[in-house]
Protein backbone atom coordinates (compact mmCIF):
# COMPACT_ATOMS: atom_id res chain seq x y z
CA UNK A 1 0.00 0.00 0.00
CA UNK A 2 1.49 3.38 -1.14
CA UNK A 3 1.64 5.70 2.09
CA UNK A 4 -0.70 8.92 2.03
CA UNK A 5 2.62 11.51 1.76
CA UNK A 6 3.58 9.33 -1.55
CA UNK A 7 0.42 9.37 -3.37
CA UNK A 8 0.48 13.44 -2.90
CA UNK A 9 3.85 13.67 -4.21
CA UNK A 10 2.55 11.65 -6.86
CA UNK A 11 -0.32 13.81 -7.51
CA UNK A 12 1.96 17.04 -7.52
CA UNK A 13 4.40 15.68 -9.68
CA UNK A 14 2.11 14.37 -12.51
CA UNK A 15 0.22 18.27 -11.75
CA UNK A 16 3.14 19.75 -12.91
CA UNK A 17 3.64 17.62 -15.64
CA UNK A 18 0.38 18.43 -17.48
CA UNK A 19 0.50 21.91 -16.44
CA UNK A 20 4.26 22.44 -18.15
CA UNK A 21 2.69 20.09 -21.01
CA UNK A 22 -0.03 22.05 -21.49
CA UNK A 23 1.86 25.65 -21.15
CA UNK A 24 4.02 23.89 -23.66
CA UNK A 25 1.27 23.03 -25.59
CA UNK A 26 -0.62 26.48 -25.35
CA UNK A 27 3.09 28.02 -26.60
CA UNK A 28 3.77 26.00 -28.94
CA UNK A 29 -0.35 27.03 -30.77
CA UNK A 30 0.83 30.74 -30.54
CA UNK A 31 4.57 29.97 -31.68
CA UNK A 32 2.57 28.36 -35.11
CA UNK A 33 0.14 31.34 -35.07
CA UNK A 34 3.26 33.44 -34.98
CA UNK A 35 4.80 31.41 -37.74
CA UNK A 36 1.13 32.05 -39.78
CA UNK A 37 0.96 35.47 -39.31
CA UNK A 38 4.88 36.14 -40.16
CA UNK A 39 4.41 34.08 -43.37
CA UNK A 40 0.75 35.48 -44.40
CA UNK A 41 2.53 39.20 -43.99
CA UNK A 42 5.61 38.19 -46.33
CA UNK A 43 3.07 37.10 -48.59
CA UNK A 44 1.10 40.15 -48.71
CA UNK A 45 3.89 42.45 -48.76
CA UNK A 46 5.80 40.52 -51.57
CA UNK A 47 2.82 41.00 -53.59
CA UNK A 48 2.34 44.83 -52.74
CA UNK A 49 5.98 45.04 -52.71
CA UNK A 50 6.16 43.27 -56.39
CA UNK A 51 3.58 45.17 -57.52
CA UNK A 52 4.70 48.99 -56.28
CA UNK A 53 8.23 48.01 -58.17
CA UNK A 54 6.28 47.02 -61.14
CA UNK A 55 4.29 50.12 -61.74
CA UNK A 56 7.25 52.54 -60.93
CA UNK A 57 9.14 51.75 -63.82
CA UNK A 58 5.65 52.22 -65.93
CA UNK A 59 5.46 55.60 -67.84
CA UNK A 60 1.96 56.83 -65.91
CA UNK A 61 1.90 60.37 -65.55
CA UNK A 62 1.28 60.07 -61.71
CA UNK A 63 4.76 58.83 -61.32
CA UNK A 64 5.69 62.36 -62.23
CA UNK A 65 4.07 63.69 -59.67
CA UNK A 66 5.64 65.36 -56.41
CA UNK A 67 4.39 62.81 -53.36
CA UNK A 68 3.06 65.89 -51.21
CA UNK A 69 4.43 64.22 -47.79
CA UNK A 70 7.70 62.75 -48.65
CA UNK A 71 8.37 65.25 -51.70
CA UNK A 72 9.84 62.96 -53.74
CA UNK A 73 8.44 61.54 -57.67
CA UNK A 74 6.09 58.91 -56.63
CA UNK A 75 7.88 56.38 -59.16
CA UNK A 76 11.04 57.04 -57.19
CA UNK A 77 8.89 56.45 -54.02
CA UNK A 78 7.05 53.41 -54.93
CA UNK A 79 10.55 51.86 -56.11
CA UNK A 80 11.90 52.74 -52.74
CA UNK A 81 8.60 51.24 -50.67
CA UNK A 82 8.60 48.52 -52.77
CA UNK A 83 12.07 47.31 -52.35
CA UNK A 84 11.49 47.94 -48.77
CA UNK A 85 8.34 45.76 -48.52
CA UNK A 86 9.91 42.92 -50.39
CA UNK A 87 12.78 42.58 -48.27
CA UNK A 88 10.93 42.34 -45.25
CA UNK A 89 8.71 39.70 -47.28
CA UNK A 90 12.08 37.80 -48.05
CA UNK A 91 12.73 37.63 -44.13
CA UNK A 92 9.59 37.00 -43.32
CA UNK A 93 10.04 33.71 -45.42
CA UNK A 94 13.72 32.98 -44.81
CA UNK A 95 14.62 34.70 -41.74
CA UNK A 96 15.47 33.01 -38.32
CA UNK A 97 14.32 34.97 -35.82
CA UNK A 98 10.49 35.59 -36.02
CA UNK A 99 10.66 38.64 -33.69
CA UNK A 100 13.15 40.25 -36.09
CA UNK A 101 10.07 39.79 -39.06
CA UNK A 102 7.45 41.38 -36.24
CA UNK A 103 9.51 43.62 -35.59
CA UNK A 104 10.12 45.32 -39.07
CA UNK A 105 6.38 44.71 -40.17
CA UNK A 106 5.15 46.88 -37.14
CA UNK A 107 7.86 49.34 -38.05
CA UNK A 108 6.81 49.31 -41.87
CA UNK A 109 2.97 49.49 -40.91
CA UNK A 110 3.45 51.82 -38.50
CA UNK A 111 5.42 54.24 -40.65
CA UNK A 112 1.82 53.47 -43.64
CA UNK A 113 -0.36 54.55 -40.44
CA UNK A 114 1.80 57.90 -40.18
CA UNK A 115 1.74 58.48 -43.75
CA UNK A 116 -2.00 57.75 -44.24
CA UNK A 117 -2.59 60.33 -41.12
CA UNK A 118 0.15 63.28 -42.95
CA UNK A 119 -2.16 62.78 -46.00
CA UNK A 120 -5.27 63.44 -43.93
CA UNK A 121 -3.61 66.30 -42.44
CA UNK A 122 -2.98 67.61 -45.37
CA UNK A 123 -6.54 67.29 -46.72
CA UNK A 124 -5.26 64.93 -49.33
CA UNK A 125 -8.95 62.93 -50.83
CA UNK A 126 -7.44 60.77 -53.86
CA UNK A 127 -7.11 57.25 -52.54
CA UNK A 128 -4.19 55.79 -51.60
CA UNK A 129 -2.14 54.03 -55.07
CA UNK A 130 -0.43 51.80 -53.06
CA UNK A 131 -1.03 48.52 -55.57
CA UNK A 132 -0.05 50.75 -58.36
CA UNK A 133 -1.62 49.57 -61.42
CA UNK A 134 -2.08 45.90 -60.41
CA UNK A 135 -5.57 48.13 -59.59
CA UNK A 136 -6.03 48.03 -63.58
CA UNK A 137 -4.78 44.39 -64.21
CA UNK A 138 -7.62 43.02 -61.32
CA UNK A 139 -10.11 45.60 -62.28
CA UNK A 140 -10.48 47.09 -58.89
CA UNK A 141 -11.39 50.82 -58.81
CA UNK A 142 -8.95 52.83 -56.83
CA UNK A 143 -11.60 53.83 -53.89
CA UNK A 144 -11.63 49.59 -53.79
CA UNK A 145 -8.07 49.31 -53.92
CA UNK A 146 -7.62 51.94 -51.17
CA UNK A 147 -10.32 50.11 -49.02
CA UNK A 148 -8.68 47.13 -49.31
CA UNK A 149 -5.34 48.55 -48.17
CA UNK A 150 -6.67 49.96 -45.52
CA UNK A 151 -8.00 46.54 -43.73
CA UNK A 152 -4.68 44.66 -45.24
CA UNK A 153 -2.91 47.55 -43.10
CA UNK A 154 -4.91 47.19 -39.84
CA UNK A 155 -3.85 43.60 -39.96
CA UNK A 156 -0.53 44.15 -40.42
CA UNK A 157 -0.52 46.74 -37.41
CA UNK A 158 -2.55 44.78 -34.92
CA UNK A 159 -1.40 42.02 -36.28
CA UNK A 160 2.61 42.33 -35.47
CA UNK A 161 1.95 44.42 -32.58
CA UNK A 162 -0.31 42.39 -30.89
CA UNK A 163 2.25 39.33 -31.40
CA UNK A 164 5.23 41.40 -30.66
CA UNK A 165 3.47 42.40 -27.35
CA UNK A 166 2.62 38.77 -26.43
CA UNK A 167 6.43 37.55 -26.61
CA UNK A 168 7.32 40.08 -24.56
CA UNK A 169 5.01 39.53 -21.97
CA UNK A 170 5.77 35.74 -22.30
CA UNK A 171 9.67 36.08 -22.17
CA UNK A 172 9.10 38.38 -18.61
CA UNK A 173 8.95 36.52 -15.40
CA UNK A 174 6.15 37.42 -13.23
CA UNK A 175 6.30 39.32 -10.58
CA UNK A 176 7.37 43.15 -10.11
CA UNK A 177 11.17 44.11 -11.65
CA UNK A 178 12.37 44.74 -8.19
CA UNK A 179 10.86 40.94 -6.93
CA UNK A 180 12.91 39.82 -10.42
CA UNK A 181 16.20 41.01 -9.23
CA UNK A 182 18.27 39.35 -6.90
CA UNK A 183 21.35 40.74 -5.35
CA UNK A 184 24.64 38.73 -5.70
CA UNK A 185 26.45 38.75 -2.75
Not at 27 to 50: H, K, M
Not at 125 to 142: F, Q, R, V
Not at 164 to 179: D, F, H, T
Request: glycine content about 10%.
Amino acid sequence: MVAPRQRIQHFLNTSQIRSASAESATGTQTRSLGSLFVLSAGLILGITGIAKVWSSLGNSKFLALVDPIIGIKFGQLMLMVGMVEIAIALICFFGKRQSLALGLEAWLSTNFVVYRLGLLWIGWKKPCSCLGNLTDALHISPQTADNIMKVVLAYLLFGSYGLLIWQWKRGRPAGSYAARVRPTD
